[in-house]
């Protein structure tokens, strides 16, 4: 099954715009078209669409003007603790190889697009990537270094800070422009190009050592509960998206009462509650995802006054509407107006 399957917590996406603020890339731009707000970001129980971190980490690349090498930048950026209860499995680990095997298990809790495999090559690990299945060849090759980066920080913050990469290999050629850039390094190792593969291999007997902070009881309790999130977290599955695609579906300024899209789905009202309550959302916040990525889309459209976007969104008027952009995305509809990424 695709890791785009799943829904995903917000920690990556808060990274993401970290990153692009570091830069000098406003929140607004990087949230256009996401669909996503600042607020939902600082939830931890919200849950993302795949796709909502694909066109966040395209917006990030098409503001920086695309920088060969970026992607093993941001991975840098992805510690252990990024991956919340899941990262703290890791560490707590017997020795890396039982923290090596449950990343593999649980993958689709790390954030990653790429394909990830692990085999013995003699006295070496490998860690092998494969490129995510998106159109974008150029968003594909920023999430492939950015995983490639994540994994190998990732395996030194459990094994230790002695741990190195034997060999970094990159199936194709060198792009043009990277062979001096600083960019293209992880753990300070510079890939070599016409590898045959897009992997990371380091000495395999880093994966015996016992971790100092093993915990039997920890681990137990984060596979129990890393399995409860990923059955979660089946977006194909889930109630969730299914409401998505219903609230799209309805004229602009249409607001359905619960009691009706409980209907629409054949269950009762407390029972549409209590299954969206299970996937991490409420009615609420899908309405206000729906709601907000409408409202990106509408003041896009210059002729259409601020009054007019609240009423087809169906506010009551242009303050409520103003407040709630606000609250959506950190900044009021008349200054992103101004600010509208070109």
């Not at 499995?89 to 593999?104: E, F, M, R, V, Y």
Request: hydrophobic share 45%.
């Amino acid at each position: 099954m695709s890791i785009q399957s799943f829904t995903r917590g917000p920690s990556s996406a808060q990274l993401l715009l970290s990153f692009g603020r570091d830069q000098g890339v406003s929140p607004r731009r990087l949230l256009a078209g996401t669909g996503l707000g600042l607020e939902q970001l600082q939830d931890p129980n919200s849950l993302l669409l795949a796709a909502q971190e694909l066109r966040l980490a395209s917006n990030l690349l098409a503001a920086l003007g695309h920088p060969q090498g970026l992607g093993y930048e941001v991975g840098a950026r992805y510690h252990f603790s990024t991956y919340g209860l899941f990262g703290y499995g890791l560490i707590s680990s017997a020795t890396p190889a039982d923290a090596l095997a449950l990343a593999l298990r649980f993958l689709p809790l790390t954030y990653a697009f790429a394909g990830i495999g692990y085999r013995l090559e003699g006295g070496l690990g490998v860690l092998s990537f494969s490129l995510p299945p998106v159109k974008d060849l150029a968003l594909g090759e920023f999430l492939l270094q950015r995983d490639m980066a994540a994994a190998a920080v990732l395996m030194q913050e459990i094994v230790g800070a002695d741990f190195q990469l034997s060999r970094f290999t990159r199936a194709g050629a060198c792009p043009t422009g990277m062979a001096q850039a600083a960019r293209g390094q992880i753990l300070g190792l510079r890939p070599a190009y016409q590898g045959g593969a897009d992997s990371l291999a380091f000495a395999a007997h880093f994966l015996d050592r016992p971790l100092p902070q093993a915990n039997p009881l920890t681990v137990a309790m984060c596979e129990q509960m890393c399995a409860q999130l990923l059955a979660r977290r089946l977006a194909h599955q889930g109630v969730a998206a299914r409401v998505r695609q219903q609230l799209d579906g309805l004229p602009a300024g249409v607001m359905p009462c619960l009691p009706s899209l409980a209907r629409l789905n054949h269950t009762s009202v407390r029972s549409l509650k209590r299954r969206l309550q299970e996937e991490g959302t409420t009615y609420r916040q899908l309405l206000a995802q729906q709601r907000s990525a409408r409202a990106l889309e509408l003041l896009g459209e210059t002729a259409l006054s601020l009054t007019q976007i609240a009423e087809r969104l169906g506010f009551s008027d242009l303050s409520s509407f103003s407040q709630s952009f606000k609250r959506w995305f950190g900044v009021a509809p008349s200054a992103y107006r101004q600010d509208r990424p070109g």
